[in-house]
Antibody
């Protein structure tokens, strides 16, 4: 059974930093791209970032480019999101999601087949 | 890229069928068969219901179906059940290999 468990959320001041983690199990972690998707309170889903199975390719939404860094440790089956220069508009539940695609080298053609339960990040003074 | 356009809400009675639309552009929905749909109950994580326009993951009821015409994709739910009441989001490849995905704004389905 695929399981994704996020952690690391919390309250942080504007301009601060936070690192989210997502522990994965139930599948061969290194074989799949992974992604972060967020949802502001009462709002819709917004794709944030993605990373290839090897970690060699990364992708970012324009809204977080230059501030967030996605990474993974395949030896620990764990996905990370380092968030710097946080703003009030980054307040959201952050979900990690497994990316499924028929072409592993083309993760941009994939979809999100499993999701974690999310971790809440609140940016406020 | 701009978010895909979905109706804010739809409703239907038990047993009826409803359709949720998802309108993009010729750069995203219209150019690729890479639309997926997600169901989200309050306080829960999203769940994949449809991928690649019309494919259903294992375990998803065949009451859920997807289609596409031009720049608009659609999710149809037949034989509405109370448990179908949820928010539904479409998602498409955005035509950019650096920022690949764009979501719709979401549709609240109410089962009357």
């Amino acid at each position: 059974e695929v399981q994704l468990l996020e952690s690391g959320g919390g309250l942080v001041q504007p301009g601060g930093s936070l690192r989210l983690s997502c522990a994965a199990s139930g599948f061969t972690f290194s074989s799949y791209a992974m992604s972060w998707v967020r949802q502001a309170p009462g709002k819709g889903l917004e794709w944030v970032s993605a990373i290839s199975g090897s970690g060699g390719s990364t992708y970012y939404a324009d809204s977080v480019k230059g501030r967030f860094t996605i990474s993974r440790d395949n030896s620990k089956n764990t996905l990370y999101l380092q968030m710097n220069s946080l703003r009030a508009e980054d307040t959201a539940v952050y979900y990690c999601a497994k990316v499924n695609t028929v072409v592993p080298a083309a993760i941009h053609l994939g979809h999100f087949d499993y999701w974690g339960q999310g971790t809440l990040v609140t940016v406020s003074s | 890229q701009s978010a895909l356009t979905q109706p804010a809400s739809v409703s239907g009675s038990p047993g009826q069928s409803i359709t949720i639309s998802c309108t993009g552009t010729s750069s995203d929905v219209g150019s690729y068969n890479l639309v997926s749909w997600y169901q989200q109950h309050p306080g829960k994580a999203p769940k994949l219901m449809i991928y690649e326009v019309s494919k259903r993951p294992s375990g998803v009821s065949n009451r859920f179906s997807g289609s596409k015409s031009g720049n608009t994709a659609s999710l149809t739910i037949s034989g509405l059940q109370a448990e179908d009441e949820a928010d539904y989001y479409c998602c498409s490849y955005a035509g950019s290999s650096t920022s690949p995905w764009v979501f719709g704004g979401g549709t609240k389905l109410t089962v009357l």
